[in-house]
C-alpha cells in the first residue's frame, strides 16, 4: 500500500482508482465492510483501490472546541489500513485554512479528477464534502455525470447484535469508550482499543507501593476509556512484544485529596522489570475490572491491587493482546 501525502501530480493506478473518502477513525467493522467494498469494485474495472484522508480530523480545524477525540493517530490509522490489505493507495491531504474553505467543486476537480483519476467514487450516504459541508452524494452524482465517474452511496451497516438498531460509527464507538465499556468498543473495531503515548516520569508511588507503573503521557486529543482500572496489554514499540498489564487511568484520589489535577494513565506491566522511561508505548484495553476508589489506607489500596492483578493475569492468558 503506498501512501502519499499532498499529491502534486498524478497518484495511483494507471487506469484510474477506486475512491473512497473519510477520516476513518478507528478503522472499525464498518469502516473495514466499505473498504472490501471499494476493492471489490476496483478489481471489476481493473483499477487501483484509493482512500482520501486527513492528517487531522477536520473538525480539529473547523470546531475545535467541539471536536471529537480521537481513536487512532494517523500513524495508527495508516498501518490499521495496511493491516486491512484492501488498498493500493492512501492518499492524505493537510487540512488546514485553506483546504478548509476550498469548495466542493475544487476538491472534486484537484483529487478526485486531476490527482487520482476516478472511476468511482464510493462513500457513506450521509457523505458531506467541502466548505460548509456543501457537497453531499447527489452533488457527487452530478459532479461525476460531468468527469465521468460513478457514485455508489453506502447506508451504515447495522451492528448485528445490537438491539437497538445501533451501525457500526467511530460516534458509537466512543460513547462506549467513554462509558467504560472496552468490551463493546471491541467489538466494533475488531480488535482491542489501544492508545499510543510515550512513557514519562512520574512520583513513583506504584513503585513504593510495589507496583511499579509505566506512566504513559498520551496527546490531548486522545479518545481514552472512562477512569477506572482495566486488564489490558503494553505493548512496547521498540521490540513489539505486548505483555499483560493491570492499567490504572484516573486521579489517584487515595494520595490526592481532590483527586490528582489531571487523568493519568499508569500501566503496571505483570512480571516485568525493565526501563522504559522514554519509549514509545501502546496501551491496549482488555476488560474493565472497576471504577477508581478511594482507599482509607495504602494497605487496603495494595491488597485490591494485588486482585486487581490476579483478575488481570487471568484476562489476558486466554488472549494474547492482539
Known amino acids: 500500500m503506498d501512501v502519499v501525502r499532498d499529491p502534486a501530480e498524478r497518484v495511483g493506478h494507471p487506469a484510474g482508482n477506486v475512491v473512497t473518502i473519510g477520516a476513518y477513525d478507528g478503522v472499525h467493522l464498518g469502516h473495514q465492510a466499505l473498504l472490501r467494498l471499494v476493492r471489490a469494485r476496483a478489481d471489476a474495472l481493473g483499477a487501483g483501490a484509493a482512500l482520501v ?21 494517523l500513524e495508527q490509522r495508516i498501518e490499521l489500513l495496511e493491516n486491512t490489505g484492501l488498498l493500493d493507495l492512501v492518499c492524505v491531504l493537510t487540512f488546514d485554512e485553506e483546504r478548509r474553505h476550498e469548495t466542493a467543486e475544487e476538491f472534486v476537480e484537484e483529487i478526485l479528477v486531476e490527482k487520482l483519476g476516478a472511476r468511482a467514487v464510493v462513500v457513506g450516504a450521509d457523505f458531506h464534502f467541502g466548505f460548509q459541508r456543501r457537497g453531499n452524494v447527489p452533488f457527487l452524482r452530478d459532479q461525476g455525470e460531468r468527469h465521468g465517474f460513478k457514485v455508489e452511496a453506502v447506508d451504515l451497516i447495522p451492528v448485528a447484535e445490537s438491539d437497538s438498531g445501533a451501525a457500526y460509527s467511530s460516534t458509537l464507538t466512543r460513547g462506549l469508550l467513554m462509558a467504560g465499556d472496552v468490551d463493546g468498543a471491541a467489538r466494533l473495531l ?34 481514552l476509556p472512562a477512569e477506572g482500572i482495566y486488564a489490558g496489554w503494553l505493548l512496547d514499540e521498540g521490540d513489539q512484544v505486548a505483555r499483560p498489564a493491570a492499567i490504572s487511568l484516573g486521579r489517584r484520589p487515595t494520595f490526592y485529596e481532590e483527586g ?40 487496603a489500596l495494595v491488597a485490591q491491587i494485588e486482585d486487581d492483578v490476579e483478575r488481570t493475569r487471568r484476562i489476558t492468558s486466554d488472549s494474547a493482546g492482539e
Open 53 to 73: 484522508t486527513f492528517d487531522r480530523h477536520p473538525a480539529q480545524v473547523v470546531r475545535p472546541d467541539s471536536a471529537p477525540r480521537l481513536l487512532t493517530t
Open 190 to 223: 475488531g480488535r482491542p482499543h489501544e492508545v499510543a503515548g510515550t512513557v514519562v516520569e512520574g512520583d513513583r508511588r506504584g513503585r513504593d507501593l510495589g507496583f511499579a507503573t509505566a506512566n504513559v503521557a498520551v496527546p490531548a486529543e486522545t479518545c
Open 260 to 299: 490528582a489535577s489531571s487523568t493519568l494513565l499508569e500501566a503496571h506491566v505483570l512480571d516485568f522489570d525493565g526501563d522504559l522511561y522514554g519509549h514509545r508505548v501502546r496501551v491496549r484495553f482488555a476488560h474493565r475490572l472497576r471504577g477508581e476508589e478511594k482507599f482509607d489506607s495504602a494497605e
